[in-house]
């Protein structure tokens, strides 16, 4: 075999390379993307049909301080029964939208149960075992940095105050970030405990953690976000102000 055939042959393995690592890449960056957004979309679709259908019931707004009751009201009110257990997400199908203005007015993924590879393809996943939106608790939530849809992309950009509006059909929870983003390893489970460590939170409260890959293509560190309940308003009474615009 000649000196010049051997460097033409190389040339086109190498051409052939470079052609399936360019349409890799697109595949990658672009088509996971599309399908992620059109995954998305009907999820959300879905979401708000059933909410049409059968909506689900609302979730108790946080307590407000009021007066103690005098003995004789107390001695004459009767305990009122407790309120029907809600009913458990199923596992890979959404039960919320989340909202986030710092990453665009436009800014709406589903929220679905579990944190499994082909859940967080169709949008953000709940950490199961965590708290439902407005409970007390942690609601603790995971989406991508890069690939399928880039939902997280702008992770680093949330500033504390930032709001992060969750909507599961009756109520829109409203979270305020309390820090920048915290860097930390994926075994760090504590970030989504009912307190989570590192959040600077005391006690029991009604906290939301958002995490994603670190960095951002890689996923050997996370990125944390953490935020507390700071306002709730039935969906009946509109958007709420952070999302008006």
């Not at 009110?77 to 890979?92: I, K, M, N």
């Amino acid at each position: 075999m000649s000196v010049r055939l051997v460097v033409r042959t190389l040339s086109e393995l190498c051409i052939t390379v470079g052609a399936l690592i360019i349409l890799f890449v697109v595949y990658f960056l672009f088509w996971t993307g599309v399908k992620a957004a059109d995954a998305a979309e009907g999820e959300i679709d879905t979401l708000r049909s059933h909410w049409a259908r059968e909506p689900v019931a609302a979730s108790p707004p946080p307590p407000s301080p009021s007066p103690s009751p005098s003995p004789s009201a107390s001695a004459s009110t009767e305990p009122s029964a407790p309120a029907p257990d809600p009913s458990p997400y199923r596992d890979g199908k959404p039960f919320a939208t989340m909202h986030i203005p710092r990453f665009g007015s436009g800014w709406e993924w589903p929220v679905l149960e579990n944190t499994e590879v082909r859940t967080l393809q169709k949008g953000l996943g709940h950490y199961s075992g965590t708290a439902r939106p407005g409970d007390t608790g942690n609601f603790a939530v995971a989406g991508h940095r890069r690939t399928y849809g880039d939902p997280f992309k702008d992770f680093p950009k949330l500033r504390p105050g930032d709001a992060v509006v969750v909507n599961d059909g009756t109520t829109w929870f409203t979270y305020r970030i309390v820090k920048e983003p915290h860097r930390t390893v994926p075994t760090d489970t504590a970030v989504v405990d009912p307190v989570p460590r590192g959040s600077g939170f005391e006690g029991a409260g009604r906290y939301l953690t958002l995490t994603t890959c670190e960095p951002e293509w890689g996923s050997s560190h996370r990125l944390i976000a953490w935020a507390h309940l700071d306002a709730t308003r039935p969906v009946s009474d509109g958007k709420p102000p952070e999302l008006a615009g």
